[in-house]
Structure formats: C-alpha cells, structure tokens
C-alpha cells in the first residue's frame, strides 16, 4: 500500500465509529473494508430499527457489572473457536472495571432519533453517501443478531457496494471465517490498486 493512503478494516459495533473516521478524514483514508454490523435505515441517527436480538444484547450487557467477554464471544460465533480464543479475548479484562468499554459500546449506538450522537450519525451517513473512496462490504450469512438483509439495506442507504456473504459465519466473522476474509481483502486491494 502506498505511504500516501491507508486501509480501514472495521468489524463490529466500533465500526460506526470509524467510519465516523472515514467520513471526517477523507484526505487520509484510500478505502475500506467494512466486516459487518451497522443497523438499519438511516444508520447512526435513531431511525434505524435494531433487531430484537440487538435490543436484548444491549439490555443483558447495560445490566451486567461484569461484562462476560469470552461468553458473548464464543455465543457470537457460528462454530465454536476454542478455549485457546476465548482466553485471549478474555487476557486483556482482568477485572469489571477494564471492562467499562465493552459495557458502554452498545450504548453509544443512538437508538432514538433524540439521542446524543443521533445528530452527527446523520452527519456521517450523509457524508459516507458521498464518498467515492473504493469500498469493500463483508457480512456474514448466519448473523442472527444483524442479519444479511441488515447489511443490503445499510450498504444501499450508504452507496457502498452490495456487501459480499460469508458463508457459515456469525457475528464474529473474523473468527469464523478469519482466513477467507484475509484472502478477500487481499485480492481487493490487488484490484483496486490501493497497495501501490
């Protein structure tokens, strides 16, 4: 890749965030590739319906002192990705407090139009359908909490391009399909020219 561009790879919750990062900080970022997880409808803003699955995630992990990382891991991943995994999602949490972040993320998510950072969320989404940068969408095929569908609905609302499956993964496709999705990224970078 070329020392004047740079790939954001997002997965996750936090990616509403970074592409937040994307849309603020054009001139620094050559494309993305986005693995997974955004709501639906307008996302960022409130309007997006969240799934029920979502809801009570976010409920079982606001009502949690003790966030169990390596459980919500493992429950996020269509087949199981051994102890060896878990322990190392678990090693940086050593106590409920490191784990204040983990709480907080599905928090951050504005869920109500009025929400704080509903207004800026739009801000984002109104910027990302504006961006010409290359993109490349990956969802997994078995996510029940944001499902396929999710990710066609947010890719069309944001002008990305129709987000490619990834079969037999769940949640945590990067645990499920972690090589698959290595290969992918690669070969997109090699067509779209952005190693440089």
Request: aromatic content about 6%; some cysteine.
């Amino acid at each position: 890749m070329r020392a004047d561009t740079s790939l954001r790879v997002d997965q996750d919750g936090l990616g509403h965030a970074a592409l937040a990062g994307k849309a603020t900080h054009k001139a620094e970022t050559g494309g993305t590739a986005k693995a997974q997880h955004q709501p639906v409808e307008d996302p960022f803003t409130g309007h997006q319906r969240m799934s029920d699955a979502w809801l009570h995630f976010r409920e079982f992990v606001r009502k949690s002192e003790d966030v169990p990382i390596g459980m919500l891991v493992r429950g996020g991943c269509k087949e199981d990705p051994g102890d060896d995994v878990i322990d190392a999602y678990e090693a940086p949490y050593i106590d409920a407090a490191s784990k204040a972040g983990a709480r907080a993320f599905p928090l951050i998510l504005p869920t109500e139009p009025d929400a704080p950072g509903a207004a800026e969320g739009k801000q984002v989404a109104d910027a990302l359908r504006d961006d010409d940068r290359p993109a490349l969408v990956l969802w997994a095929d078995s996510d029940p909490v944001l499902p396929f569908s999710v990710g066609e609905r947010v890719s069309s609302q944001l002008n990305f391009p129709p987000p490619r499956p990834i079969a037999n993964a769940s949640h945590f496709l990067q645990e499920d399909a972690g090589p698959e999705i290595g290969a992918i990224v690669a070969d997109w970078l090699g067509s779209t020219g952005a190693r440089g």
